[in-house]
């Protein structure tokens, strides 16, 4: 009965991709001359060396960026117990699933006509369109490297929306969701930052500039996050009917600060990772800073909170460190360290400004403070390009080395992804509203989607007690 | 004195207490019990296989009030948490012969 | 009382174990020229940078694989929390007593012979015998680093079992078995394949190939996994008089997505590093088929779950997505993405599969699936290879291109491997089981072999009340 | 009420840490020159990609090391659940904080006049004087980097401090001795050593050497742990009138073993990446000496409590991993395997043998085991270097090759570390005694420090019952 | 009306469950107790020390039964959760002045 | 046979317990509610933001004497829990009329 209409979409969604791929695939297993291998070790020369150092550093970056998803899905301790299997759900499949649809379509979308590999030829400035299911031509090691590099970023991306949609969202409606966002909203705009497009060369500056995914993967998430908790309302009782707001407790505070300490450590290598190359020192520059911007996230959170209430709230803090982390992603290579640790500082502040704005302003219901920790830092780290470049690295000079010049680029690539993000979020939201429906039913809130979407509580209870249930199998 | 334990189903928990405080009751002590009386339970699934969980989870209010309270007590926990459907509990009232309050040493009726 | 038998059987055990060490160390001592230094930093030709670079590779990778003992430990959220600290037990004790074992006896058996760093001269076709201890000529960097990277590897393959006998198996014996698995059952097989054994020089196609572990480590775990539990038996509730089975929930889903993701973390260095060198390019595409592999395990599970039963089964879908890692890890380097996902969707497919038929057919109670998972996918994975290969990469070519010999080589060494893993998985088990007895007594398994085995629930109880117990000191 | 002096202190103590930076920062804008950009992929030395691959490798292991602060705080498993979140909250504050006290001072005390990376020119044999802020002539890549790695160093010997002190400190003076640890105590100890201070030129054997840290991080973190227990007193409840001792069972095994991997696993790239440099194929042997010290460690521990007590005690064993990574620290560079195994079964059983000493005999109470796993074995380490180093790197010869000098110079360093750690550390909590207090009132210690200090507890209720929870907004 | 509190061991619980519901009694309510009567307590191991823990977890199980199912119910709790040993529990039973069914409000015997 | 159910303090039932064992009533069977009388509730925050909890943790101990031992109990009780101020908790006393021991069989007084 229950869900039984999302059900047959199910499988008719899944009867699509199962067709689509073995289209494609027949059609890949005859495609000429695969050119997957090279080795570099043989041939001494010293370029081949610098090239496979490169290579390798983009290679790890990857994997430890990978660590993310776990972060992420530690988050969920700031969940109710009972909805925190729906939530490391979407995590799961955000990073499994849309590694798929990256694979088929997100990466051809969003690099295809930069020339950053073979294969990546075709494409214009506003989309790309070559790469897919990484076939032919861009079966090459470094197409697929850097596949590999950008599905990971592209998986961060679409999980930051499940914190802002958890507790209530239906499961088919988030397969879709996931599905969009990873294979098309998300490529279009970086398209137009990285891919070669029409952000990256405006006549300000030196184009808009965005190290490592401010924009590309923090508004974007951010305002996709909004329009979706916008969409589907509060969860029950966060709002009483005098307007008035109420705390809902998650789980483990323990949970989410190691899953904030596995972001940052994957914090790391998106950020430095993010100049494709370890002979490009900067890196150390790039770590550096992105870890005292979330080192002074934290800390003025402890300080503020502390002050304020009399308790260091440690749940904000780890809110205050991913925000300093934000803010600090689409600067860090192009600021001195004292740079990123004032970044850091307002970002704490602007988070925890926005958790407020959001819920007492806006009406809206965000479980895990996607928006105000992705969303509004998102666009403070554009700005914050602006204004601390020092023109140390790459040419960039913001505001401090007395050119306002950047921070114009900056501020309308902080707009379009406003924009983006927003426009795109609220059609897709809206067009699963009111085609099958985004939330779930009041019994299935009340008691929790684990039991009712994924078939068993997180936790199945282990007591003395339960350990000594009678289980019959049936059918 | 009789206390009344009333099981109650969880998610009736909330608007039950809030009722039973509105008229004036606040002393409670509630627990969480699993039980069931003609109720089935529901199937989970682990790993692929299903499986029935008999014993539903319940909460437990125990609320102890002089004898001429009663009906008005049960009544209104009746009234708030009733939906019609199995599963709605049950309440038993029962003879409790003394009471203490710890802070005062009071007994009786003045206690509760 | 309970158990003072194997105390003395251990106490018997580890004098064993320290007088030969002693022996063996007193001569170690007074070995003459160790040669365990090189640095390439100061000398600048390119052929030893490129060496450098390769070493580097290889360690690291260690190092992200070394995670995967966390990841394993993990997994124990599908037991039973009375069990928990019984399974993590095993698995801390694999990591550590086996990393000592490997160093005393399994590496010298596994590459003994091969040549493939100094001192690992002497060994034949069947078995390698030179290496013991790392001493005097293996007392060499480069023997050295090839020998943390196969110990990371060794360990693995020994806690696969853990999974299949957790939650009824007594100490000592896991003790035993843990130590001739890791000394000398898994570097056998080992050497057959990547020692220079008689395996690696078959005469089909290009011998039998098995990129990173496929049969050594997955389908010979599997199938000591399933001589394990088969001399077992169920555990207690497990199979109903009648034959039919019951559901024995776990008690942390959260955890196993977590250890599964942590899994796949390890997986990109356990696959890619196995070129042991960065320089061959190759690495990215290894990276990026294991991930797909994995992804795509995950996402048909997901799929089949959710038409079959209406849930989203997240706990089985990270089942399937460990199975499709165990699929491709042996033809990972051979082929291209698009297989990767080929073979990835049937692996999630032959996992549920070997579930239903090693619970439902051979009435064998295997907790974590270690059979359905790594033994079946295992053997798949060996047939992929000679299927996918598309000769891309070190000139293996399946069928695809046209030609059936690699697959020949492969059924081969599948056959072998499972019939290794079988008959010295029932010897073993067979002699443990008639000498010192192989499960807990009942009382200990109904009240959780953590208490009785490792004198403490996993979980203290630390409610309000139990914080408050009487806590009195005794002898 | 409570805690209202120290929230005043608190404020204090942070506007004057927000206008130290605030004069300082505006300096900085206006520093000339700052260096900070190399790319050395463009030009094609090989000295260049020498470099740039020894740099690449010191970075990436500062990555790794971090893992090592989510380590830490899963070791909060063997605390009371009612105080976890104030231990993590120390560890994540260490992290997080500490880097900054570290960027602004520690830094500048510990490197300056060691000339290891430009901008560190000023400093003499007991203490440095340049590098503050990294700024001007530090702003340099190589700099920062050394930095990067020096403060994931530093911010681990403070976290090792907070386990001593668990479950009965204060907020405010928990925050003073940690800025002054990071900042003061353990950068001037950290100088003699590894700054090119005075204990490094010692006139016997090659001076007193510590390869990654037994006395600079182990011994003095130990030492502070023994005093800030010591002044603090022991939990409530720990002791009886009568002089013996209450085990305090802790919450979470499951999550001690997962901490303890994640520190073994950080510790790979703690001691290997101590070279500073991947060329230096010395790594290799590094690397796989760490973990046999770890894993003897563990093993031993795993044998004699099952002899002693006929249970495998895990959580014990934990510790004895630990102990033996601790104990192969100083040494891990300079010794065979074997010596790594002997040195950690010694670990093992210091470790255990001070845990003992420390309860029964010293009477202070240290939850986690901070004075056994990290003082004891830090002092053990250091005699190590001087007994079992074999003269086959860096020419450090020890006992075995028939030299007593080494031992000489490893002894003083111990000693000196022994002596620095407890004045320093018995000032410091004496002062902090004296003026604003250590430890929590009686309530807070029994009803735990989480909700006290940090307004919630670590793990809010959600069973059925509490989630329903009427929860009304004030303020 | 009667209440039977019965303190059981955790282990028996299920086949007195079901040895209860095969005589017809579906309704019950069960929660976990810690408690002890002339039990010592077992010893447990810390880090390496060990200790001892006096309290044991129980069973607890309430049935309200009519006053003629009383007997039965309580000697098959007996007969099947009975192991000779110490630590097997306790049987209190009381009076019980009402029952309601929520679902219905029926009152008394037909409640139950 | 009375049982006794006495709601305290968590943090007094350290010494509760000890009390009433000196006297020599082993046997007793604790668990853990929640609950609230006069009491208001303290207030927690979550991420910034403050709330109020209404239920606070209790111990309730269930300890079932003979008649004439119900005094002491009580008394003792009170004198170890009580602090004075708001939450100490309250006592309260019932009948029970029969009591079994599951080792033995035995009935009434024999049993407790
Ligand atoms: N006879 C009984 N004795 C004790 N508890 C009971 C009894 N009958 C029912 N209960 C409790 O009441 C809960 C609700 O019972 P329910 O299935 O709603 O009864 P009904 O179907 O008769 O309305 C059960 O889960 C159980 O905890
Ligand atoms: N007088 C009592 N009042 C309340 N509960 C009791 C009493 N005596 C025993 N119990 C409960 O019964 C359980 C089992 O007691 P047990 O040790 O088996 O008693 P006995 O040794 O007398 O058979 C205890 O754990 C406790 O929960
Ligand atoms: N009338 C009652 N019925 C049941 N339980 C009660 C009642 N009154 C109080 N309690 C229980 O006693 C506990 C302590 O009450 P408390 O606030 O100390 O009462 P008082 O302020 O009257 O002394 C409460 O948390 C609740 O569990």
Known sequence: MRGNKSRWLNVLYFIMCVSCLAYFSTRLVFAGDPSGTVNYGADGSIERLGYSINFTWTLVAAFLIFTMQAGFAMLGGFLQAKNMLGYIAHCFIDGTLGAIVFWVVGFALMFGGSNAAPGLEKGNAFIGFSGFFLSSGSYDVETVMIWLFQMVFATKAVTIIAGAVAERMKFVPYLIYSTCVCGVIYPIYGHWIWGGGWLSSLPYGAGCVDFSGASVIHTVGGMLALTGAWFLGPRMNKFNPDGSSNAIPGHNINLVVLGTLFLAFGWFAFNAGSTLGATDLRISVIAANTFLGGAAGASIIIFASYIIFGYADIGLSCNGALAGLVGVTGACAYIPP??????????GLIMWGTVIFVERKLKVDDPLGAVAVHGA??????????????GTYGGIRGCITGSMEQLKAQLIGALVAMAWGLCTGALLFWLLKITIGLRVSELVEYEGVDIHLHGSPCYPAQAELTSQLDTTEEE | MKKIEAIIRPEKFDITKDAIED???????????????????????????????DLMPKIKIEIVVSDDAVEQVVQTIIATSQTGSIGDGKIFVSDISN??????????DAAI
């Not at chain 2, 009471?99 to 009786?108: K, L, M, N, S, V």
Request: glycine fraction near 18%; charge should be positive; proline fraction near 0%.
């Open chain 1, 338 to 347: 004292w740079a990123a640790i004032a970044i850091g500082v307002l970002s």
């Open chain 1, 377 to 390: 830092n998102g666009i403070w780290g554009m700005i914050a390009v602006g204004i601390f470049a020092d």
């Open chain 2, 23 to 53: 008229q004036g009751y606040g002393g409670m002590s509630v627990s969480e019990i699993k039980g069931h009386g003609n109720q089935k339970g529901v199937s989970e699934i682990w790993r692929g296989k299903r499986y029935r969980v």
């Open chain 2, 99 to 108: 009471a203490y309050r710890i802070r005062t040493g009071e007994q009786d």
